[in-house]
């Protein structure tokens, strides 16, 4: 099975898509963008994207993604992430004048980074920015990513769990062209537009109410073809395909003006659980 993930070697994308999925061939793809393409074209046979930090939020490129592909969520992790600053051997943390790394990963350890008096520098990748740095021998430059980047890439270590959040996970979701088989339990992740009437909101949310099915998450995005209208994108528990949820779906799409279901799926695991 070929994985598409976004980002270098020894990115976190490519941690959260061998647990995943397992042993596989894993294609790195320089933007999120490129593993929806790659998915979709049927050059690698699934991809897996993160879509929220517990310390940053949500990563809105994946949730517009979402709803420009005609792809199916098959599955989730919840990933602990914990950076490391890295630099060329030799350098000390003294020396260091400027930290690479991608925006969320800066952000999550902002704090750190703050007190250390150095620039922040957004680059594409957490792995990327050490891969960047090796190659271009980079003095007085460090990037935030993971142990495995340090090891791949031959930087050295200079400080490690510097993230703001010592609960901090990044939730990442397998994507794919066809949905997975139904498990014992299963969570659904639909995305949709409310009519423009007063209420809507309320009576879609009634439907799930009513039937006694768990919300875990609901968010809004703002639609790109509308002025000020939204998209809502959220997550419940159940398979689209019992009875109940079925029932639910029916009811809400009487209230919508689009309703899609993205995926139905074994949720992950709780963090706390060994």
Known sequence: MRVAFQGEPGAYSEEAAIRVCGEVETVPSPRLADVFEAVAAGRADRGVVPVENSEAGTINETYDLLLAHALVIGGELDLRVSHCLMALPGQTLAEI???????????????????????????????????????????????????????????????????TNPHNYTRFLAIGPAGVPRTARSKTSVVFVVQNRPAALHRVLGALAARQINMTKIESRPRRIGSWEYVFYMDFDGHADEPDVRAALDEMRAHTAMLRVLGSYPPAPDPATP
Do not use: N, W
């Open 97 to 163: 004048r400027q930290a690479y790394s991608h925006p969320q990963a800066l952000a999550q350890c902002e704090r750190y980074l703050r007190g250390l008096g150095v620039e922040s520098v957004a680059f594409y990748d957490t792995a990327g920015s050490a891969k960047m740095i090796r190659e271009q021998q980079r003095l007085g430059a460090a990037a935030v990513a993971s142990r495995r980047a340090s090891e791949i890439y031959g930087l050295a270590i200079l400080a490690s769990e510097i993230e």
